[in-house]
């Protein structure tokens, strides 16, 4: 059985192949991909999402170039099951890190205090 995905596409955030590949990456951080996983074929994910086959298709072979995903003939597009989850997972937050410190620096704020509201946060119930 193939598991159906909710894809948020921004047309202004960029190039949709770029936004397709960055999702599959945070599907495999947050854990509801795995390494094996059978991604949904080209054509059923541009109709869920909205977009032209060839911008999936595109998006595919991107995440294959990375490393993270693999064609399997007459079969469809898997996750590799030697990806590395964790170095993703750490990628993904670095990514969030770097833009909570652009946003904590345009304010204007001291580290110590952006690090306080940070723990306060994760903190609260």
Do not use: C
Not at 32 to 42: H, I, M, N, T, V
């Amino acid at each position: 059985m193939e598991v159906r995905y909710l894809w948020h596409i921004e047309p202004e955030k960029g190039p949709i192949y770029a936004q397709i590949a960055a999702e599959v990456k945070r599907m495999l951080a947050r854990g509801e991909l795995a390494p094996g996983g059978k991604l949904p074929s080209a054509r059923t994910l541009a109709e869920e999402a909205r977009v032209n086959p060839n911008t999936v298709v595109h998006a595919y072979a991107e995440l294959e170039r990375e490393g993270i995903t693999e064609t399997r003939r007459g079969l469809g597009t898997f996750v590799r099951e030697d990806v590395d989850v964790e170095a993703i997972r750490r990628s993904e937050l670095e990514a969030a890190a770097r833009a909570y410190l652009r946003t904590v620096r345009a304010l204007g704020v001291d580290l110590d205090a952006a690090r306080e509201v940070l723990k306060e946060v994760a903190d609260a119930p």
